[in-house]
């Protein structure tokens, strides 16, 4: 695993503190966001292809990881993350990042860009858009949350397995067992639990339950910024309908790849989303 530095900084309320990896390059500074459920841990095997080209600042989110739990679940939203963000930039010095963002932190960057538009160089948005297919809600809100702590590594790793197997067909058990390891945490009393706060789940249940708000004018905001948008072939979030939409109402260069075998939300290790990214930060991010 590539070395990072640990950054620990101020949430932008002052009220949390808040965990980044921050690993260290001469290149261009990338901001790596992960999903809903997930922390920076995500991002190791991208962080293998790009760490020493690019400077990755890859944090948790608050209710992640190693960054505090926020006492108030109502905060656990993207715009709430999205000032994180720039008090995480303005902790490090860093002005005008590429931006990848998975899932949530694809929203993130929606939102981010919104509040500062033209600021970021490039975007990649992995497996999201401004509309969320009910089907991929419906089966992120059956998981999120909930359940007991696992008894051991081998039980999270079954677990890992169950939530996210459709996703990704032909991970061997070693695979899920790496998956276990970034997404989870051992617990004092030696039991094995995700590595989130479970009250993240009531923000996701107010924006699966409720009509989704109409999040084009966020995309149209991103003007001529040159955007990626990877897809999972197989996924159940993002139709192929929404990407052409995308393209459609995107004013500045627009890339699209679907990732073979992949459902939501490819692990950004593939071939095919690997030779993407470099490509595309090579042409826009320098």
């Known amino acids: 695993m590539m070395e990072y530095r640990e950054h620990r900084y101020k949430s932008a309320c002052g009220q949390l503190e808040l965990f980044a990896r921050d690993y ?5 500074p990338l901001l790596l966001m992960h999903g809903l459920t997930r922390n920076s841990g995500d991002f190791e095997p991208l962080a293998q292809h790009l760490a020493g080209k690019y400077r990755l600042i890859v944090p948790d989110q608050r209710g992640r990881g190693l960054s505090q739990d926020d006492p108030v679940a109502a905060n656990y939203r993207p715009d709430v993350y999205a000032k994180d963000m720039f008090a995480l930039l303005e902790s490090l010095g860093i002005e005008g990042p ?6 949530m932190g694809g929203l993130m960057a929606m939102v981010m860009n919104a509040m500062k ?3 970021f160089p490039a975007i990649v948005f992995n497996d999201i858009g401004p509309v969320l297919d009910p089907a991929g809600l419906a089966r992120i809100g059956g998981y999120v949350g909930g359940g007991e702590p696992f008894a051991d590594w081998e039980a999270a790793a079954k677990a890992c397995a169950s939530i996210n197997s459709d996703a990704f067909p032909g991970y061997s058990q070693a695979d899920w067992q790496a998956w276990a390891r970034r997404t ?4 004092p009393d030696g039991r094995i639990a995700f590595a989130y706060d479970p009250a993240i789940a009531d ?3 107010d924006i699966s339950d409720e009509p ?3 999040m084009w004018p966020l995309w149209k905001a991103l003007g001529n ?3 990626l948008v990877l897809r999972g072939a197989l996924t159940d ?7 052409r939409e995308m393209e459609l109402r995107h004013a500045g260069p627009f890339t699209h790849v679907d990732v073979p075998d992949r459902g939501h939300a490819p692990m950004l290790d593939e071939p095919a989303a690997l030779s993407a990214i470099t490509e595309f930060l090579e042409e826009h991010v320098n």
């Open 225 to 227: 910024t040159p955007v």
């Open 237 to 243: 979030l993002l139709t192929l309908d929404t990407v």
């Open 117 to 119: 538009p033209g600021y």
């Open 98 to 103: 590429g931006l990848i963002g998975t899932s």
């Open 212 to 214: 989704q708000p109409d």
């Open 24 to 28: 260290p390059a001469d290149g261009p």
């Open 184 to 187: 989870c945490r051992e617990l």
């Open 203 to 205: 923000g996701f249940a």
